[in-house]
């Protein structure tokens, strides 16, 4: 067993020690962003997908739509998180945060293109979303692939 996990076992059961051993790990790994930031992705993403799977979770997805940057000059989202989780419920989309995200990512890149329709934004989410050659985690992938580049 990994010494480290000896640790975590050990104060299993102590609430204060938990969240102290919690503040040190993400201490750390806030370090490795700047020191080694591939280590820092890499064990991000691996956390992300432990808790929520390869997907946009509701916070990380608003958190992504509120840096966008829009062609009309203007910055955020266009719909809320509500108003695409009601079009997803209604379309059968399951992945809301995911949805959330590439709707307003298509407004804030194509509204010149797609217009005003929401059926329009609706028809190329699902197909961005379910293309049969991306993996499952497209959405997230191309995210942090984003967001690693700016860094």
């Known amino acids: 067993m990994h010494k480290l996990k000896k640790y975590w076992q050990h104060v299993e059961h102590d609430e ?22 591939d280590i820092f992705w890499n064990t991000a993403y691996e956390l992300h997908k432990i808790a929520y799977g390869a997907h946009f979770d509701e916070e ?17 989202g266009y719909w809320t998180y509500e108003q695409t989780s009601q079009l997803a419920d209604q379309h059968g989309i399951e992945c809301k945060g995911d949805f959330y995200y590439v709707m307003n990512m298509l407004h804030s890149d ?4 797609l217009g005003s329709d929401v059926n329009n934004y609706v028809k190329m989410a699902k197909a961005y979303m379910c293309d049969p ?3 499952e985690s497209k959405v997230l992938d191309l995210w942090i692939a984003g967001v690693r580049a700016k860094e």
């Open 133 to 135: 050659d991306a993996a």
């Open 110 to 113: 194509f509204v010149e293109i």
């Open 60 to 76: 990380l997805a608003k958190m992504a739509v509120s840096k966008m940057k829009n062609v009309d000059g203007t910055h955020g």
């Open 16 to 37: 204060a020690k938990i969240l102290k051993m919690e503040e040190v790990a993400c201490e750390a790994l806030e370090k490795l962003r700047w020191h080694c930031p």
